[in-house]
């Protein structure tokens, strides 16, 4: 009987005792210029739900990350007054039931990688303070119907890698009947949504205030009108074949564009001026499997006289199919501070000895290197003379050809001329001739 009570109070203290959190996770005192207070980071924690962990005060971060989690439903460790980052990423979360009362403060919220396909329609009513969402890698289709109207302040969003490109394309992302984000948002993210067709004029709503936009991995083969406050621009894989200046400037001129990136496109060439109206600070032209033409002029006329005006710090055309770039480029490229041309099929001829002259960082000399001529096949360009880079003049040297061609020809014509003015002015009579062998 005594051990039966002795039993049953032990029972007891272990449901009341309370556990601490930072007992179990790693819990650590983070003082910002905007913010201050606890990270609690119970990321890879199973189970941790079910104790029903007391968490301490002023915490500011809760990361709850690869818990195994599958719901979210109101719990303890969901209300807090000071709570201003959330992070429910990589889960299997298929439900979530979060309360804006309850968390006045959130600001930041995670929720990718998951297996989302549904959101509670009242899910964000009240998040007023909320700035940044993701909710990439989901499973969101058109069938979601998502809609973020009540998030006012938001500034971020990123719905990357879930099938909602039919859907945006049909339902504007900036209006109340469509996804209803607000005018005022700086950054959106949609890549790998599937996107094919859309409308020239779609970002006009956010023309003046959109810093971001991440519309890689889609099936895009046109550039839409971009905005004109826009800072960073990703246009990477989709299926576009041309670029032009018209691009980067239609009416105004991106002035704000800083951060360019077009890898794996299809065009097969970077033509005159494209980026002439621009003042980018990194550009990304990799993997353009296609790309043979980088025109001097790329960056236009002006800057190759005076590059006073060029800010490029990086640039890289790896893994394109160039073989040659013009001299007058050199210039410019001196004062790029990560220059990246390797894995292209250059050909080491006397054009290509500027680029033994540049300072390239040397992680990425390695594969720059030369694919012909043959005597010099996968040599690297910076193990190479200046004297290895010749052009040979042989007889069948296209120019050579021609002259030579021109001159059998004019000499040529004129032997033929010369031998009728000769027979038209003389006459030469035969019968001349036939007295004169007679005297013979
Ligand atoms: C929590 O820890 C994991 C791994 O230990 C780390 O990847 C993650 O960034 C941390 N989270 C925060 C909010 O610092
Ligand atoms: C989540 O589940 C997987 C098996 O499905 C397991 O390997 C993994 O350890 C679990 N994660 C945690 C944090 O316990
Ligand atoms: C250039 O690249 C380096 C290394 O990748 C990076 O640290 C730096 O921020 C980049 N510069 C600009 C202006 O983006
Ligand atoms: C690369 O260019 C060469 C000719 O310069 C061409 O024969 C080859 O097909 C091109 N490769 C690709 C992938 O376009
Ligand atoms: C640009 O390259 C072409 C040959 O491709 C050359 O004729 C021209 O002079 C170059 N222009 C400048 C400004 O370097």
Same mark, same amino acid.
């Given at each position: 009987m005594r051990a039966y009570i002795l039993f049953g109070i032990v029972i007891a203290c272990f449901q009341s005792e309370s556990v601490m959190i930072c007992d179990i996770c790693d819990c650590q005192q983070k003082s910002g210029p905007a913010t201050v207070g606890v990270v609690v980071n119970c990321s890879s924690h199973e189970g941790l739900l079910e104790v029903n962990p007391i968490l301490p005060d002023a915490f500011?971060?809760?990361?709850?990350?690869? %818990?195994?989690?599958?719901?979210?439903?109101?719990?303890?460790?969901?209300?807090?007054?000071?709570?201003?980052?959330?992070?429910?990423?990589?889960? /299997? *979360?298929?439900?979530?039931?979060?309360?804006?009362?309850?968390?006045p403060q959130l600001k930041r919220l995670d929720l990718s990688e998951n297996q989302l396909e549904q959101l509670n329609p009242n899910l964000f009513k009240g998040f007023t303070k909320l700035e940044y969402l993701n909710l990439?890698?989901?499973?969101?289709? $058109?069938?979601?119907q998502l809609n973020f109207n009540s998030l006012v302040n938001l500034k971020e969003i990123i719905l990357d890698n879930n099938n909602?490109?039919?859907?945006?394309?049909?339902?504007?992302?900036?209006?109340?009947?469509?996804?209803?984000?607000?005018?005022?948002i700086q950054s959106i993210s949609i890549s790998g949504i599937n996107l094919v067709n859309l409308n020239l004029e779609y970002f006009k709503p956010v023309d003046k205030?959109?810093?971001?936009? &991440?519309?890689?991995?889609? %099936?895009?083969?046109?550039?839409?009108?971009?905005?004109?406050?826009?800072?960073?621009? !990703?246009?990477?894989?989709?299926?576009?074949?041309?670029?032009?200046?018209?691009d980067f400037y239609l009416l105004e001129p991106l002035v704000y564009l800083r951060e360019l990136k077009l890898n794996n496109l299809d065009i097969e060439q970077v033509p005159q001026n494209v980026f002439s109206t621009l003042m980018l600070t990194n550009l990304e032209l990799k993997d353009n499997k296609n790309l043979k033409e980088f025109s001097n002029l790329t960056f236009g006329r002006q800057l190759l006289s005076d590059t006073y005006d060029f800010y490029l710090e990086n640039l890289t055309l790896r893994g394109s199919n160039i073989s040659t770039l013009d001299k007058g *480029?050199?210039?410019?490229? #001196?004062?790029?501070?990560?220059? !990246? *041309?390797?894995? %292209?099929?250059? &050909?080491?001829?006397?054009?290509?000895?500027?680029?033994?002259?540049?300072?390239? $960082?040397?992680?990425?000399?390695?594969?720059?290197?030369?694919?012909?001529?043959?005597?010099?096949?996968?040599?690297?360009? /910076? !193990?190479?003379?200046?004297?290895? /880079?010749?052009?040979?003049?042989?007889?069948?040297?296209?120019?050579? #050809?021609? #002259?030579?061609?021109?001159? #059998?020809?004019?000499?040529?014509?004129?032997?033929v001329t010369f031998t009728w003015i000769y027979v038209f002015i003389y006459h030469p009579d035969p019968k001349v001739n036939r007295q004169e062998y007679s005297k013979l």
């Open positions: 500011i971060t809760l990361d709850l990350s690869r %818990n195994n989690l599958t719901s979210i439903q109101p719990a303890s460790i969901f209300q807090s007054e000071t709570l201003v980052e959330l992070l429910l990423n990589r889960n /299997f *979360l298929k439900e979530i039931n979060l309360y804006s009362n309850r968390l990439a890698s989901n499973k969101f289709t $058109a069938m979601s909602i490109g039919d859907d945006i394309e049909t339902r504007p992302l900036f209006d109340e009947q469509g996804y209803g984000l607000p005018l005022n205030t959109l810093r971001k936009l &991440v519309i890689s991995n889609n %099936n895009l083969t046109i550039f839409v009108k971009l905005p004109q406050r826009l800072e960073y621009l !990703d246009y990477s894989n989709n299926p576009i074949r041309n670029i032009s200046s018209n *480029l050199s210039v410019l490229f #001196v004062k790029v501070k990560r220059l !990246d *041309l390797q894995q %292209n099929p250059w &050909v080491c001829d006397c054009r290509l000895s500027w680029l033994r002259k540049l300072s390239i $960082a040397p992680d990425l000399t390695d594969d720059l290197r030369c694919r012909s001529p043959r005597y010099l096949y996968n040599k690297r360009i /910076f !193990d190479l003379d200046e004297k290895d /880079f010749v052009c040979l003049k042989s007889w069948w040297n296209e120019s050579e #050809v021609g #002259v030579t061609i021109g001159l #059998v020809f004019y000499s040529l014509l004129v032997f």
